[in-house]
């Protein structure tokens, strides 16, 4: 098919790049507009901020003049990497005015009528669609991801769902990436774990459950977190103890990890990987690597699977942050919508 132009809100950010170089060479999409703020609007990409990742800015976007966050002009779709503390109203704005927004903030994720899409879980939550643009009276829509910890957490659990998951606890390790930039301050992450991550374990808890439930009604299940800033420079890792309450055997989780596929993988979407999840019978698996490439980092790694004397089991689940966690699970969240007609 002719590929769809996009937009990209907040585009000269660190999550703005990961979409620009996730989205490099995608078949569907093409970058062809830049929002930004004020005093970046009107500038060239290449004088508007400085590239963060490794390489040099990628030429189709460095010539590119970076607009105000405004619909006017602006694609029918648009991935949203805006700061918090300003994606509500323009969000808003760009639904209003009639354009799809998939977005990776935390602003909209737990509004009752706005889908919060992991694809290989709930992409039957695209439902909620309709009743959104009912109540507040637009033509576009807004959609969102998940925190990067809840992606990890919830796809390592979404094969289990169906033994009962009646408890959680998970503990996080999550890369100094993950705080954008410039990050965390050397002085404090250097040889050292940064026990807070504001709001962090609360959009964890609530998140999974809505991830793991219905359209309507949130998993019944009691979620506890406990989020931690670690010293590596990508990827999250969460060790998490589960209570059942069919109690499956050890055998019985792994052949559910190893097995899981949806519909990502069944209508072969551009970004899914061919197995989202990847069991390692090793005790000592390794990390990540910085430079994963495109379908590891659209994985989740789950190991260490082992009795838990205080719950039923126990397993570490490991994801890419910014791939899987951020740019890769929204693009994959928009092809999931071109396969259901929501994009034409």
């Known amino acids: 098919m002719q590929p769809i132009e996009i937009g990209i809100l907040g585009g000269t950010g660190m999550v703005g790049q990961h979409f620009i170089r996730f989205l490099q060479g995608h078949p569907w999409f093409k970058v062809s507009w830049l929002g930004a703020s004020d005093r970046s609007a009107g500038k060239k990409m290449s004088e508007a901020t400085a590239w963060r990742l490794d390489g040099d800015m990628p030429s189709s976007v460095a010539n590119m003049t970076v607009s105000e966050c405004k619909p006017r002009n602006a694609p029918q779709l648009v991935f949203s990497a805006m700061d918090a503390s300003v994606a509500t109203e323009i969000e808003r704005d760009f639904a209003q005015a009639g354009h799809i927004v998939v977005s990776n903030s935390r602003n909209h994720r737990m509004e009752a009528d706005v889908p919060l899409i992991v694809p290989e879980i709930n992409a039957d939550h695209l439902s909620l669609i309709p009743q959104q643009q009912k109540n507040r009276g637009w033509k576009g829509m807004i959609v969102t991801n998940p925190n990067c910890s809840t992606i990890v957490l919830t796809l390592a659990l979404a094969p289990l769902k169906k033994f009962g998951i009646t408890r959680v606890l998970a503990a996080t390790m999550q890369a100094v990436s993950g705080a954008g930039y410039p990050g965390v301050a050397s002085m404090d992450i250097v040889a050292n774990v940064v026990p807070f991550i504001g709001s962090e374990e609360e959009k964890m808890q609530q998140e999974t459950q809505k991830i793991l439930g219905n359209a309507s009604t949130p998993l019944a299940a009691r979620v506890s977190a406990h989020c931690n800033r670690v010293p ?48 390692m019978p090793q005790a000592d698996r390794p990390q990540p690597r910085r430079d994963a490439a495109r379908e590891n980092g659209m994985v989740v790694f789950v190991g260490r699977l082992r009795a838990c004397p205080v719950l039923d089991l126990k397993f570490v689940a490991c994801g890419h942050n910014t791939i899987r966690g951020a740019a890769g699970a929204a693009v994959l969240n928009a092809e999931l919508m071109v396969s259901e007609g929501l994009l034409k």
Do not use: C, W
């Not at 109690?247 to 990502?264: C, N, Y």
């Open 232 to 279: 590596v420079v990508d990827g999250h890792t969460v060790a998490t103890s589960v209570e059942f309450s069919d109690k499956p055997s050890m055998e019985d989780v792994q052949t559910a990890l190893e097995g899981f596929r949806s519909i990502p993988q069944e209508r072969n979407l551009p970004s899914a990987p061919a197995k989202p999840i990847i069991y």
